[in-house]
């Protein structure tokens, strides 16, 4: 029988799979929820009460209300910028970043240089 740690895993990987970021992507966002993940895209993964004493130490004309921080964080999330494990207090958000494609050039360029190299 699967345990809730299987199904929460099983539940971050689809959400992996839906979508992601690449740095290019912070330009769109608002600037509330580019300092959010600029944050975020410091160290990747973040508790609820991390992110609200992170908040309280900035600077106070740069600092987000907990209302505001708790509306950025679940736009962040509905948008699958972020990907967000357990409730309120306890939970801890993630980066959803996009995984690179591989380069199929480097199977053409090694087998050209090869039948060069042979001749």
Do not use: C
């Not at 839906?18 to 912070?26: A, F, S």
């Not at 608002?30 to 410091?42: A, N, Q, W």
């Amino acid at each position: 029988m699967p345990g809730v740690f299987d199904r929460l895993n099983k539940e971050i990987e689809n959400k992996q799979k839906e979508g992601g970021i690449t740095p290019l992507d912070l330009v769109e966002l608002s600037p509330t929820l580019r300092k959010i993940m600029k944050l975020m895209l410091r160290e990747l993964q973040m508790t609820y009460p991390r992110l609200r004493e992170v908040m309280d130490a900035m600077p106070e004309a740069e600092r987000l209300t907990p209302n505001s921080l708790d509306e950025a964080l679940a736009s962040l999330t509905e948008q699958f910028w972020l990907i967000r494990i357990g409730e309120k207090e306890k939970a801890i958000y993630k980066v959803n970043l996009k995984r690179k494609s591989g380069s199929t050039l480097a199977n053409g360029i090694w087998s050209s240089l090869d039948q060069k190299l042979k001749k």
